[in-house]
């Protein structure tokens, strides 16, 4: 587990664990990285956006539910609740990365820079699975 400093010294440190993307299937251009954010703190927090080196735009998604259709769509954040714990996993919320420079390949590693609205940028470094990862 990461453990990240908030740039308040009063909060406790948000826990970022099982950070993981998954292999490119064939020439995607695309991928996502999924993990697990827990906030021991009082008062809740966001992820408000993503960077890394592996791709041309990194943004923050969830999945719809359009007439029966999933769909990802872009969010402006994800909410880190007080106390709480906030999953980002297939299916559901995820960081994405558009316009891969290159295809994320099994047993990769790559850093992953999230920015918090309250506990700042923390960099996570991201384990590369298998395409059939869930």
Do not use: C, Y
Request: glycine share 10%; hydrophobic share 50%; net charge positive.
């Amino acid at each position: 587990m990461i453990l990240a400093s908030p740039a308040s010294a009063a909060a406790a440190e948000l826990g970022i664990s099982g950070v993981w993307a998954r292999a490119s299937a064939g020439m995607a251009r695309a991928g996502a990285a999924f993990m697990t954010i827990d906030n021991p703190n009082p008062q809740a927090d966001a992820l408000i956006a993503a960077e890394a080196g592996v791709s041309g735009v990194v943004e923050l998604h969830t999945h719809i539910d359009d007439n029966g259709v999933m769909r990802m769509r872009k969010v402006p954040r994800i909410a880190v609740p007080a106390n709480g714990r906030t999953e980002m996993k297939p299916g559901g919320l995820h960081v994405m990365f558009i316009g891969l420079t290159a295809p994320l390949k099994e047993g990769q590693r790559f850093d992953l820079t999230l920015v918090f609205e309250k506990a700042g940028r923390i960099v996570v470094p991201v384990e590369v699975k298998s395409a059939k990862a869930r």
